[in-house]
């Protein structure tokens, strides 16, 4: 069935601009979405990461009323291209809390509830309340190693230094509609709902888009050096469906204002419903932006997951168990001004294959004489 480009888009789609890739039978192409109508900008821009250079996003081949969806033959793809994927970890005070739980219970989804109730009385109050590398902050900090109470997360929670990793390598986020993938060999995960900025090479924040910032509990929960084997895996990464432009009615205000829902329909017919607070958030988007550029160059520019408040611990199966993911989940991620996100759970080992790296992406223009367009 032809995707209905319409029913993802925020209600308000005809006073925005969009930015988005889609797969031809030629290759990717560029698409912007202005005044509800499509366009293609392959011609002038081939990449997004060009386009966002060049602010190029107005011209382009009119393809017709965006009610009318996408061409025959074309299937969307992640809004971004040649953009180093970055995301920030444990910015809101619920994520630090369950990050603890998880290096104390040792990655073991039955000892989550136990040691959830302890932490909780203990750290709760005090962590929501305090600002990241305050000197209130130093005092808790310096509390809660006198209560041997303290964590490598709590340190990144209130500490002075965000934590900014790599999420996954350029190209290999998948779009709105794609399989999205945990390991094989993951007894407890979850989705992550986020915002995710769309940053220049400058740093400067040009717009926004959704994510899901996959979370093996299990691996990461054993140690902290599992983070990358946790979170890079095939499919893992999953971006969309359109990046909003900031303008003059869209602004990062907007972004510290969003409310991120999200879904999640089993197919035994489970449903587990949730929101992300922006709000809430522990650092300002625009200071995690400022800490992922640091120093570090993004020739191509970089997109950023904010971090997520939502971690479930509702039971799914066994009592005590909490919740994990099962194959053919749909995962629908929300937001008012930004649109719609969904993506059905598989595992990363029988998710597609990513193939379309940069040399076939290169190898790709060049042969469409694009190549001079990045």
């Not at 879904?263 to 922006?278: A, C, F, K, Q």
Request: aromatic residues 6%.
């Amino acid at each position: 069935m032809a995707l209905n480009v319409e029913s993802i888009l925020p209600a308000d789609f005809a006073d925005g601009t969009f930015l988005g890739r889609a797969a031809s039978p030629d290759g990717p192409v560029v698409i912007a979405i202005r005044d509800g109508v499509l366009f293609d900008l392959t011609p002038a821009v081939s990449t997004v990461a060009g386009a966002v250079a060049r602010r190029q996003f107005d011209g382009g081949r009119e393809i017709g009323p965006i009610a009318d969806g996408l061409p025959e033959g074309w299937e969307l793809l992640s809004p971004i291209d040649l953009q180093c994927i970055k995301a920030s970890g444990v910015t809101f005070a619920l994520s630090a809390i369950e990050r603890v739980i998880e290096e104390r219970a040792r990655g073991d989804a039955a000892s989550a509830a136990d040691i959830r109730a302890q932490l909780e009385g203990k750290v709760g109050s005090g962590i929501r309340s305090v600002v990241p590398g305050s000197a209130e902050a130093r005092e808790l900090k310096a509390a809660l190693i006198e209560e041997d109470m303290w964590s490598q997360y709590l340190e990144v929670a209130i500490g002075p230094d965000a934590e900014i990793f790599s999420k996954s390598p350029v190209l290999s986020s998948v779009g709105h509609g794609a399989q999205i993938g945990v390991r094989s060999d993951s007894d407890w995960n979850n989705p992550e709902p986020e915002v995710v900025l769309v940053c220049d090479a400058e740093g400067e924040v040009v717009g926004a888009t959704l994510g899901n910032d996959v979370n093996l509990r299990d691996f990461e929960g054993r140690s902290a050096l599992l983070l990358s084997k946790a979170k890079d895996n095939t499919a893992s990464c999953a971006i969309g469906p359109f990046i909003r432009l900031f303008d003059g009615d869209f602004t990062i205000e907007d972004v510290r204002k969003a409310n991120v829902d999200l879904l999640i329909e089993g197919p035994e017919g489970y449903r587990l419903e949730g929101t992300n607070v922006m709000a809430e958030i522990s650092r300002d988007p625009l200071e995690l932006v400022r800490q992922c550029l640091s120093e570090h160059h993004y020739p191509d520019g970089f997109v950023l997951f904010c971090g997520t408040l939502f971690a479930p611990t509702q039971d799914r199966d066994k009592p005590g168990a909490g919740f994990t993911h099962k194959m053919g989940d749909v995962v629908t991620i929300q937001s008012e001004r930004l649109g719609t996100l969904s993506n059905t759970v598989t595992t990363s080992r029988d998710a597609p294959a990513w193939t379309m790296g940069i040399a076939e992406l290169m190898r790709n223009l060049g042969q469409r004489g694009l190549i001079d367009r990045i």
